[in-house]
T-cell receptor, first 111, second 112 residues
């Protein structure tokens, strides 16, 4: 089955710096790649997604890139702010009724 | 108006008891899910329902029994609770299998 690896597990950046989180997957049939942000005590929230026919997508300070050949995709957050501190999850869907999540990255943004 | 609502938010119970968690979504989505999040924050799928029909049962012990009375509701009943069942359980819904999920706020289950 699909296997999703996410790195790093913890990331600490200074306010205003950029943060990059990377994920790799194993199933070449995977075609949908969402990213979720989970704040303390809340459920994960979809922040951006990308499909297999697109290489990059941007929404204000966040962007996602996808390399289907290498089977990896990344989340980029620019001009980080303290409110970006949270756990971020990448996820992969192969078109079935199951989305597999990465293990999560705990992002700390220091003011 | 909450899109995906779960009750209760917290549940503390003794080993061996039976408990239920309820979930409702008002988004008109066809697909609903139960995920378990352990203490290390790992999210693992348990069940997936599409239009009230069970699609995914991810080798969950049969002490866990989901029920979907209609496509807006997905409940989870757990029999004979064990210490290892302690976790946060999330309900989620989506409009199709390859679209993003809307998650509920979770139910923190503690078995003592």
């Amino acid at each position: 089955g699909e296997n999703v690896e996410q790195h790093p597990s913890t990331l600490s950046v200074q306010e205003g710096d950029s943060a990059v989180i990377k994920c790799t997957y194993s199933d070449s049939a995977s075609n949908y790649f969402p990213w979720y942000k989970q704040e303390l005590g809340k459920g994960p929230q979809l922040i951006i997604d990308i499909r297999s026919n697109v290489g990059e997508k941007k929404d204000q300070r966040i962007a996602v890139t996808l390399n289907k050949t290498a089977k990896h995709f990344s989340l980029h957050i620019t001009e980080t702010q303290p409110e970006d501190s949270a756990v971020y999850f990448c996820a992969v869907n192969t078109g079935g009724f199951k989305t597999i999540f990465g293990a999560g990255t705990r992002l700390f943004v220091k003011a | 108006d909450t899109a995906v609502s779960q009750t209760p938010k917290y549940l503390v119970t003794q080993m061996g008891n039976d408990k239920s968690i309820k979930c409702e979504q008002n988004l008109g989505h066809d697909t609903m899910y139960w995920y378990k999040q352990d203490s290390k924050k790992f999210l693992k799928i348990m069940f997936s329902y599409n239009n009230k029909e069970l699609i995914i049962n991810e080798t969950v012990p049969n002490r866990f029994s989901p029920k979907s009375p209609d496509k807006a509701h997905l409940n989870l009943h757990i029999n004979s609770l064990e210490l290892g069942d302690s976790a946060v359980y999330f309900c989620a819904s989506s409009s199709a299998q390859d679209y993003g999920y809307t998650f509920g706020s979770g139910t923190r289950l503690t078995v003592v």
